[in-house]
């Protein structure tokens, strides 16, 4: 990036290390799936921290576990809405979904019964599900956002039904290794961060432990560095490679509930925290455990993501500061919109294309990039979804209100399209045309003055 940029991102974290008194922070801006820049403060083990330095990432661990969910989703083996009875039967609170354990809505107690199991050794899968079996839920199983560190333990136990192994040899086998992240691992190997508590009224550091969570680790147990988070980052951006498809992602990142007010800010998705933050929509995990913090976040729009690390119990703003790394890189270096180019497209779609009218309401029918049609009002106000093609004259709404609807066309005998039923409203070439099935009909006088 330009000098003054990679300043003001250098900047913006040293005052984050020296306001938050953190003993290290490491940081860096990610765009088009790689690392734009990057920047440290503070010393670990008497040297600065560097791009190979792990941290542990905490809840960000909640994430990649979801990837591998939803791989399971994706080939089938479940479904969202499946209870989790289904794959982990017999438990206390077997009517939770699998979708309401990766959001946070399935109504379980947010923390495991019994000592604070982020500084204890954790215990095995039975011992978790019988420290459950009473009051393990806390919320009616979809009433509302509760987060749920328990959760993402009982998620790990799912993986681990399906795929025959362990949770961390599935995550490695199918996400980790195919993204690249070979430095993303249980417990802290070659350079690493301690993890410190830093004294509230004094400058001095309190070691902190950093046990095995055991059937708890899925929700916090992974230690990785600034180029593997950077992958990831660019990952939940939708540079998914082969782990999922980039519609999965997006579907991941979608806001499944928000937890602070009816105009919300924040929410949660399918694994991933969703934020608003002055016009931007970001998406990725904040990350605590005892002696660290970390956060990965990434703009769907502008494609630029940030990723902040410390070495510190509590402190820093861990979030706000990649929140403005962000905004930083994007106000100082916007992207530069793609070249227009004329594309081939299928020649045999440019008769569905133009004005459509909904009622009396013009629509415009466009072809768009990847062999998908946009349907919008032309007033650019109201009802507008992107369709992809599923069968022949048959589109399907990928989001919007009309996201998971078909849209059918109906044709003339000369194969002429004369009217679109999309759910059951029909679109005519002019409004409220007689010879479509308008329904409930057209008054057969007509347009008139009164």
């Known amino acids: 990036m330009l000098p003054s940029t990679e300043f003001a991102l250098l900047r913006r974290l040293s005052l984050e290390q020296v306001n938050g008194r953190a003993p290290s922070m490491v940081a860096a801006v990610v765009r088009d799936g790689e690392v734009a820049w990057w920047g440290a403060r503070g010393s670990v083990d008497g040297a600065a921290p560097d791009d190979d330095t792990q941290y542990r990432l905490g809840s960000i661990t909640k994430s990649i576990v ?177 782990v999922l498809s980039p519609d999965t992602v997006a579907e991941m990142r979608a806001v499944a509930t928000v937890d602070d007010a009816d105009t919300w800010t924040s929410g949660y998705g399918l694994g991933l925290q969703v934020l608003r933050h002055q016009g931007r929509r970001l998406a990725g995990h904040t990350g605590s455990m005892p002696g660290f913090l970390a956060c990965t976040l990434v703009d769907e729009v502008t494609g630029t993501g940030a990723l902040t690390l410390a070495n510190t119990t509590s402190g820093p703003a861990i979030l706000g500061l990649a ?81 998971g609807e078909t849209l059918r066309v109906g044709r003339d005998a000369d194969g002429t399209p004369r009217h679109l039923d999309l759910a059951t409203f029909v679109f005519t070439r002019t409004p409220y045309d007689p010879a479509a099935p308008v329904p409930g009909g057209v008054d057969p006088e007509g347009w008139r003055t009164a």
Do not use: C
Request: aromatic share 8%; no cysteine; glycine share 12%.
């Open 66 to 242: 979801a990837a591998l969910v939803m791989r399971l989703r994706d080939e089938g083996r479940l479904d969202l809405n499946d209870p989790l009875d289904k794959h982990v039967p017999g438990t206390s609170f077997g009517a939770s979904t699998v979708g309401q354990l990766l959001s946070h809505t399935g109504g379980l107690t947010s923390e495991s019964p019994g000592s604070w199991w982020e500084r204890s050794e954790g215990g095995d899968w039975a011992s978790l599900e019988a420290s459950l079996a009473r009051d393990a839920l806390k919320n009616r199983p979809g009433s509302r956002f509760h987060y749920s560190n328990v959760g993402y333990g009982v998620l790990g136990e799912l993986i681990a039904r399906h795929r025959g192994t362990d949770w961390l040899t599935a995550l490695n086998r199918e996400v980790l290794e195919p993204l690249g992240m070979s430095r993303t691992t249980p417990h802290p190997t070659g350079k690493h961060a301690r993890g410190w508590a830093v004294h509230p009224f004094a400058d001095l550091l309190l070691p902190e432990p950093s046990p095995d969570a055991g059937a708890m680790a899925p929700a916090g147990q992974l230690w990785s560095t600034v180029r593997d988070l950077a992958r990831w980052t660019a990952f939940v951006g939708g540079d998914s490679a082969d």
């Open 323 to 403: 929140v403005d790394l962000i905004s930083i890189a994007d106000e100082q270096e916007p992207n530069l919109p793609e070249e227009w180019r004329p594309s081939e497209v299928d020649r045999s779609l440019l008769t569905l294309t133009g004005l459509w009218h909904w009622g009396p309401t013009p629509y415009h029918l466009r072809l768009i990039p990847g062999g998908m049609l946009s349907l919008a009002p032309v007033s650019g106000m109201g009802r507008a979804s992107r369709f992809r093609p599923v069968a022949p004259d048959e589109w399907l709404g990928l989001d919007g209100y009309y996201a």
